[in-house]
């Protein structure tokens, strides 16, 4: 290892010409890069969290595991998992940042953090050298999916704590793009949004898959196409399953007349863009020498075979503050490691993140994923793009409610008509729901992250006791 951190030279830009920002690292013979590349890497990062995290040390002590012990890849499986709930719990005992802050404020450049719509907010600190080496590796991801330096980025996800934003936004100005920060949120933004993108005529759009459907939804309202109108040739996306859900991606492929790219891991795990797909959309592609991620059996915490699903798991291999070190993100999903048009020789996961942990509901025992049901619904034409589900208990029953919506209003015979198909979809999914049809624009739109699953079993609880 010549040097650990790497830093990044902020002049380099490949020729616009080339398909890859780094043509060795992102084509090398996958063995030899996990031996040349990612062990160095890995290796470096242990060393140095447990040299300057008094999380990790006191964490593997209590495991028996020193960083010299780790000399291969599969050595690296013994290392004990962190969650979530673990790095909030730290927070919580040595606010603000937790033991894992392995750098002095000085050296902090920024200050970020979850939404905390679920718990407690997690921080997240990070450090000047950190910020740097986030940007080269979004600008390089991005690059990989087609963005080059005449493109102008529409930014349209909020400007606060949360990560997408600022990672679209150093990835664009370090690849050389222009930057076109809008932000969202604001009271009346969308429209303003709808006339500056017709003005302005941005070629890349970053957001929620949400937020830009509803964004269509608005212009077309205003008698404007998004695919005639607009100029978006790539929409890129984090933050929700949906770019990786079949129906949605085409949709939102056919709304824009564009291509739509499926990114982005977790907060705690930025640079987050290092699952992401190429401009071939095969699936994200796992950029292991920029984050490592495992897909594992949570019976065993080792990686499952490549074909096999597992859990995701991932582990910086460059980063100064708060380095996360097998991570339990915990969202489902199935890993191949077959050649991809693009070249690329990384792993991919073909059908993207399709169950994410914090998404997942138990109904009657199942586990079930909203992103299955989003995929059914938005794979049949007629139904708008917004809906809900409901879970409800009758007597000690679990029901489970779909509120669904068709795109313009309809007779009540195919209203009727419209909710039985959905059902019998549903059902051949091993779904069983009561759909309720409502009138288009019912429901609530979000120009964020969508909130579209309701739990009402506490409230039967509470009325009916434990019965
Ligand atoms: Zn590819």
């Known amino acids: 290892m010549k040097q650990w951190p790497t830093h990044p030279d902020p002049s380099y830009r490949p020729s616009p010409n ?9 084509t090398m013979d996958p063995g030899k890069r996990e031996q040349d590349v990612i062990l160095p890497k890995l290796q470096a990062q242990l060393a140095y969290a447990y040299e300057n995290s008094a999380f990790y040390r006191k964490k593997w002590d209590a495991a028996g595991i020193r960083p010299e012990d780790i000399r291969s890849l599969t050595d690296f499986e013994s290392v004990p998992l962190v969650t979530k709930e673990e790095i909030r719990q730290d927070q919580i005992d040595q606010p603000p940042f937790g033991s894992n802050l392995c750098v002095p404020t000085v050296d902090l450049a920024r200050i970020l953090g979850t939404s905390g719509t679920t718990g407690r907010p997690t ?10 080496r986030i940007a080269e590796a979004h600008a390089r991801i991005m690059w ?13 996800s909020i400007f606060s704590l949360y990560w997408g934003s600022w990672g679209a936004l150093v990835g664009t100005e370090r690849l050389g793009a222009v930057a076109f920060p809008f932000g969202a949120g604001v009271a009346g933004q969308t429209l303003r949004a709808i006339e500056w993108i017709a003005t302005v005529r941005p070629t890349i759009f ?7 459907l509803y964004i269509a939804e608005q212009a077309r309202k205003l008698g404007l196409d998004p695919a ?7 929409l890129f996306f984090s933050g929700e399953p949906g770019a990786g859900v079949p129906s949605t991606k085409r949709r939102i492929e ?13 907060g705690e795990m930025s640079p987050w863009m290092a699952n992401a ?12 020498d920029i984050v490592y991620a495992e897909i594992v059996d949570l019976s065993t915490n080792k990686r499952v075979a490549y074909g096999e699903e597992g859990v995701t798991v991932y582990t910086h291999l460059d980063r100064t503050s708060q380095p996360m070190i097998r991570f339990l993100a915990g969202d489902v999903t199935r890993w191949v490691n077959d050649p991809c048009p693009c070249g690329r020789t990384y792993p991919r996961l073909p059908s993207g993140i399709y169950g994410r942990a914090d998404d997942m509901f138990v109904v009657r025992g199942e586990n079930v994923y909203p992103s299955a049901i989003e995929d059914v619904i938005r794979a049949i034409p007629g139904f708008g793009d917004e809906y809900r589900i409901i879970i409800t208990r009758e007597r000690t029953m679990d029901e489970l409610i779909v509120q669904a919506e068709p795109a313009r209003v309809v007779e009540s015979a195919e209203a009727l008509r419209m909710k039985k198909e959905l059902e019998a979809r549903l059902q051949a999914r091993g779904l069983r729901t009561v759909v309720q049809l409502l009138d288009p624009g019912v429901l609530d739109r979000t120009e964020f992250k969508a909130k579209r699953i309701i739990d009402r079993r506490d409230l039967y609880e509470s009325i009916h006791g434990d019965g």
Not at 123 to 132: I, L, N, Y
Not at 228 to 234: E, K, L, S, V, Y
Not at 277 to 288: A, I, N, V
């Open 18 to 26: 080339s398909p890859y920002w780094n043509t060795e690292l992102e």
């Open 277 to 288: 797909e190429c401009s071939h959309r095969t699936g994200m592609h796992l950029w292991q």
């Open 228 to 234: 005639r109108d607009f100029n978006f040739r790539i």
């Open 206 to 212: 970053y957001g929620t898959p949400s937020y830009s």
């Open 254 to 266: 056919e709304t824009y007349d564009a291509i739509c790219i499926d990114s982005g891991s977790t």
């Open 123 to 132: 921080a997240f600190a990070v450090s000047a050298g950190d910020m740097q």
């Open 144 to 156: 990989g999916f087609g963005v080059r330096q005449d493109d102008i980025v529409f930014i349209g």
